[in-house]
């Protein structure tokens, strides 16, 4: 039970054309008479700053937000807690903890720990919990069983009967009220999927997690708006809320990709279900702390999320497909994807050909787009951990922040057209020091041979 993905030629030819698209974007208007040259900017940034008025600031002088704070239903859904750990000795122990104190009928409520070959003392750790905890149910995998986090929950499902599963990381946090909240937000709402907003636990440890923070509350705010004006909802894996028969009629979860939320995200749309976000209560989760330890994280989240248009574009742009939706999508893909590339061909021709850059105006729209979107996220009332207080500085350490994605995306782009890729475990250590866990970032990542 395994979704399939890409082959790997047909993925680096599909990366080199999405390269040599961007660049000669990037490239061509220099050979453009002066007085033309900022023309095709000019044009691109109408359409996307247009797009992302639509999407940030058009939403927020519609109706206001429904309240997160769903009234309880009558009759609770069985709900299955689903964490895939690979050596969590210092933390699965607190996660069993929380999750044991969530507030939902014992009854309707199983929490499976998927031990993914840990080696260290992970197991025995769960052996002693699932005494004090009948609702504890433990599943071993080989260290070499394949697939990752993907085949581990493919593994499971076939165990699971709840209505719904929720998918939790091993440093996860929901304050007690927070699952039935979500269970009702998603039965009341008819969604198929839900993600809860991320929050970032350890915001004030230093200005890379603190920025991180920032960038959880702006992906939370376009998301909401994407939605609102018709468009798309991704899931983020750590606190994805799914129903069990729509996942099962998926396939399961990709074991090929490097990114299984954000995959199983464009299969929900392929298929036409409705996936929804709620802000109140966050799933709270731990910030990298270092620059390498982004660098590794971001690369996947980038490969990952431009491997799913390739799979998924044909289908994405077929009748099925609202016009809101693929609009939606282009302006989300050019902005998140295109624009990074097509800002480094500039810059690059513009030295060469010692004239000046003519991207800039479309790198203020998305600039002036992911500040916006900061500011209302970080104003707006919030449960869980505080949010960075927004003044001068932090406003302009967000923004500034984000521009890592002008080296991350092009880079990664690079790397897809020209090496071979494998999957492999790289441990997330979770230290659990204090009621903040310390945590040092490795994801399963590709690496390269």
Not at 96 to 107: D, G, I, K
């Amino acid at each position: 039970m395994a979704a399939g993905g890409t082959a790997t030629g047909a993925r680096r030819l599909q990366a080199s054309l999405f390269l040599l698209g961007c660049c000669a974007a990037g490239g061509l208007p220099h050979a453009l008479p002066a007085s033309r040259s900022l023309w095709p900017s000019v044009a691109l940034t109408l359409l996307l700053g247009a797009y992302a008025v639509r999407t940030v600031f058009l939403p927020l002088l519609g109706r206001p937000e429904a309240s997160d704070d769903s009234q309880a239903l009558t009759s609770w859904p069985a709900v299955d807690l689903v964490v895939a750990a690979r050596d969590e000795e210092a933390v699965i122990g607190r996660l069993v903890e929380r999750l044991a104190e969530l507030s939902y009928p014992t009854e309707q409520l199983r929490l499976w720990v998927i031990d993914d070959g840990s080696e260290d003392r992970t197991p025995q750790v769960l052996e002693s919990y699932q005494g004090r905890y009948p609702q504890l149910q433990v599943l071993r995998r080989s260290r070499d069983a394949g697939g990752g986090k993907s085949g581990a929950l493919n593994a499971l499902l076939p165990q699971l009967q709840g209505r719904w599963l929720l998918v939790l990381d091993a440093d996860a946090q929901l304050q007690p009220d927070g699952l039935q909240r979500l269970v009702a937000f998603a039965e009341r709402g008819g969604w198929s999927a839900v993600q809860l907003r991320k929050a970032v636990v350890n915001a004030d440890h230093n200005w890379l997690t603190r920025a991180q923070a920032m960038e959880m509350a702006l992906d939370a705010v376009i998301q909401q708006g994407r939605l609102r004006s018709g468009g798309v909802v991704e899931l983020r894996g750590n606190g994805q809320l799914l129903q069990r028969e729509v996942v099962l009629a998926c396939d399961g979860f990709n074991e090929a990709t490097v990114t299984d939320d954000l995959d199983l995200s464009f299969r929900l749309l392929v298929q036409g279900q409705p996936v929804g976000l709620l802000w109140n209560p966050p799933i709270q989760e731990e910030a990298v702390t270092s620059l390498v330890g982004l660098w590794r994280q971001r690369q996947r989240w980038a490969e990952g999320g431009l491997q799913r248009f390739f799979d998924y574009w044909p289908q994405l742009t077929g009748a099925s497909t609202s016009g809101a939706r693929k609009l939606d999508l282009s302006g989300f893909f050019l902005l998140q994807y295109a624009l990074p590339v097509m800002a480094v061909a500039d810059l690059l021709t513009s030295l060469l050909s010692r004239t000046s850059p003519l991207m800039w105006p479309l790198s203020f729209v998305a600039f002036g787009l992911s500040g916006g979107a900061i500011l209302v996220g970080c104003l707006r009332r919030s449960e869980g951990p505080a949010l960075p207080s927004m003044h001068v500085l932090n406003l302009a350490l967000g923004i500034a922040y984000l521009g890592h994605w002008f080296v991350v995306i092009p880079y990664t782009t690079l790397r897809m057209a020209l090496l071979p890729k494998r999957l492999v475990w790289a441990k997330t250590l979770h230290v659990g020091a204090g009621d903040a866990l310390a945590s040092e970032e490795a994801d399963l990542t590709t690496q390269v041979s």
